[in-house]
């Protein structure tokens, strides 16, 4: 019989595997992995949405519903306004003013429905729609939403008459 040496066996049941015994690659695929997930976490808005057309899937449905709530959520404050007129400050002020935004000079819901979206560069898009009272003069279409990828995402960051 060969004599069991305890020490040796009590100490491989209680540790794992030294460092030093492991094929180096799988050391540093562990370190990589490792440094991914912290630069993953570090960066919170990593997976926000990055494509506009994702985003419009959502917000023009929310407008032409009148989901003044998930509008607001998918708006970055404050929310810039035509020349002359304040800007919304919070979301509770857009939530009052949700009728002046959408319905004011255009008819946004209506708009939305046919509306194509300009790229003005890879961090904005553009609608621009017709005057409420003239809905398919489209050759004349001066009311301009304009949206912009942020750290969050796409957000719907301002209103503007492009005549003023």
């Known amino acids: 019989m060969t004599p069991i040496n305890v020490n040796k066996a009590m ?13 180096p690659w799988r050391v540093i695929s562990t370190q990589i992995w490792l440094a ?7 960066f919170p808005n990593a997976f926000a949405e990055s ?11 929310a407008v032409a519903s009148g989901d003044k709530v998930a509008v607001a959520e998918m708006t ?29 000079e255009a008819n946004a819901a ?20 017709p005057f409420k009272d003239t809905p398919k003069d489209w050759e004349n279409a001066p009311i301009r939403f304009i949206f912009e990828l942020t750290k ?4 719907f960051v301002g209103l503007d008459n492009i005549n003023e």
Do not use: T
């Open 152 to 155: 969050g995402g796409w957000r």
């Open 76 to 104: 970055k404050f404050p929310l810039s306004m035509s020349y002359m007129v304040k800007a919304v400050k919070n979301k509770q002020e857009f939530l009052r003013r949700y009728d002046e935004i959408f319905k004011g």
């Open 110 to 129: 209506q708009c939305f429905k046919s509306a194509e979206p300009h790229k003005q560069s890879d961090r904005q898009y553009d609608i621009y729609c």
């Open 36 to 42: 991914g997930i912290l630069i993953l976490l570090s």
């Open 11 to 23: 100490s491989e049941l209680n540790s794992f595997a030294p460092i030093r015994d492991c094929p």
């Open 51 to 61: 494509d506009f057309s994702a985003f419009w899937k959502k917000f023009r449905p």
